[in-house]
């Protein structure tokens, strides 16, 4: 069984940096490709952010282009999200998922079939 565990969240100020990460256990997800999602209160989830089973191809929703970078270091079998000029409207809880190689960079949370339990991000104003 696949545990992932989101660590690295927390209270920021606007424009700061937060740098969550997702450390999987249980078997190796060298192989997968790598998603965060975030979900706002009264909000459906959305994708953040994924990345492939190697790291050399990533996606970004347009709302972080430019100030969110993914990564992963498959030797540690854990994947970052480095969060750059936040904005209150980040604010959600932030999610990391596994989905299957062969679904390339997907956007789709059906597609994901291991989740995290979320680690909260807040921005103040």
């Known amino acids: 069984q696949v545990q992932l565990v989101e660590s690295g969240g927390g209270l920021v100020q606007a424009g700061g940096p937060l740098r969550p990460s997702c450390a999987a256990s249980g078997r190796t997800l060298s192989s997968e490709t790598m998603g965060w999602f975030r979900q706002a209160p009264g909000k459906e989830r959305d994708i953040v952010a994924a990345?492939?089973?190697?790291?050399?191809?990533?996606y970004y929703a347009d709302f972080v282009k430019g100030r969110f970078a993914i990564s992963r270091d498959n030797a540690k079998n854990t994947v970052y999200l480095q969060m750059n000029s936040l904005k209150p409207e980040d604010t959600a809880v932030y999610y990391c998922?596994?989905?299957?190689?062969?679904?390339?960079?997907?956007?789709?949370?059906?597609?994901?079939?291991?989740w995290g339990q979320g680690t909260q991000v807040t921005v103040s104003s």
């Open positions: 998922a596994a989905a299957p190689s062969y679904y390339g960079l997907t956007p789709y949370m059906y597609h994901y079939n291991y």
């Open positions: 990345i492939s089973w190697s790291g050399g191809s990533t």
